[in-house]
C-alpha cells in the first residue's frame, strides 16, 4: 500500500507518504530491536547475579548410551579436552579449601581454652577479625601452623586454605582435644562427657578418644539406669517384709 502511494501521479498522496518516512521508520524499528534485546540482557544478569550459580560437567560413560556400561578411554577424553585437568591443577595452585568464617570459629576456636578465646574474641566486632585472631592463636600454639600461614587467608566469607594447612590444622586440633575427651572419660562426669560427645557430633570428629567418650557416656547412662531402677526393683523382691505384705495385699 505505501509503495502504490509513493508512485501516485497525485502529488497530494505523495506528500502524505515521503520515502524518507520509511527509511526513519525502519531505523527506530531497528533500534527499539536492540534496546529489547539489551533490556532482556540485563534482566538476565540481575538473576544471575542474586543466584549462586553451579556448574555441572556432564561425562558421557560410553557412546553407545547404554546403562552399566563405563569406558574409560572414552571418559578421559573427554575430561581433557574439556580441560578438567588444568582447572584442578589451577584451583590446587590457589586456595582449594574453604570454609566459611562462622563455621571456621565453632570448627577450630574449640581448640583454644575458653579463657583464651574469650580474651582474644573481646575487642572483636565481627566474624573476619575473629577468625583473623583465632588463626593468630593457632599460629603461637603450634609451630608447624606456624610456618604455614602463608596458606591460609580470612577473607569477607570465607577463610580459604591450602592443602597444606587444611592437613596439618586438622591434625593440630585431633591432637590437642584428645586430652580434653580424656579428661571427660576419667571424670567419670556425664555431664562433662555429654558435653565433649556433644562437641564431637557438632565436628564430625571420629579418633579414637571421642569414640571412646561417646561409648563410655552410654555406659554411665545404662549405670545409673541400673542403679536407680532396676536394683531397687531386684531389691524388693527379694525382701521378705515387702514380699509378706504382697502377699497379705492380695489376700
Known amino acids: 500500500l505505501r509503495t502504490a502511494a509513493e508512485k501516485s501521479t497525485s502529488s497530494f498522496i505523495r506528500s502524505l507518504f515521503p520515502a524518507e518516512s520509511r527509511v526513519q521508520n525502519k531505523k527506530k524499528m531497528r533500534i527499539s530491536i536492540i534496546k529489547l534485546f539489551h533490556k532482556s540482557l540485563q534482566d538476565l544478569m540481575v538473576k544471575l547475579n542474586l543466584a549462586q550459580p553451579h556448574y555441572v560437567r556432564c561425562l558421557k560413560p560410553n557412546v553407545h548410551k547404554l ?13 581433557k579436552c574439556a580441560g578438567l585437568f588444568e582447572a584442578v591443577k589451577i584451583r590446587k595452585a590457589g586456595f582449594p579449601n574453604r570454609m566459611s568464617l562462622e563455621r571456621f570459629i565453632q570448627s577450630f576456636g574449640p581448640v583454644v ?3 583464651v578465646r574469650t580474651a582474644i574474641f ?51 586440633r585431633q591432637e590437642a582435644m584428645k586430652g580434653q575427651f580424656i579428661e571427660a572419660v576419667k571424670s567419670r562426669s556425664i555431664s562433662k562427657l555429654e558435653s565433649v560427645v556433644r562437641r564431637a557430633e557438632n ?19 545404662e549405670e545409673r539406669k541400673c542403679v536407680l531402677t532396676h536394683i531397687p526393683e531386684l531389691c524388693k523382691v527379694v525382701d521378705l517384709n515387702h514380699f ?8
Open 67 to 79: 546403562p552399566k556400561m563405563f569406558h574409560t578411554s572414552k571418559v578421559l577424553d573427554q575430561m
Open 203 to 221: 565436628l564430625d570428629l571420629h579418633f579414637e578418644q571421642a569414640i571412646l567418650a561417646r561409648n563410655f557416656l552410654n555406659f554411665l547412662k
Open 122 to 172: 573481646s575487642g572483636c566486632s565481627n566474624d573476619r577479625q575473629r577468625a583473623n585472631k583465632l588463626l593468630e592463636q593457632l599460629a603461637k600454639d603450634s609451630k608447624q601452623l606456624a610456618g604455614e600461614m602463608e596458606n591460609v587467608f580470612a577473607g569477607k566469607n570465607n577463610v580459604m586454605m591450602r592443602s597444606s594447612y587444611w592437613a596439618k590444622v586438622h591434625v593440630y
Open 244 to 251: 509378706l505384705a504382697s502377699k497379705q495385699a492380695l489376700e
Open 113 to 115: 581454652p575458653e579463657t
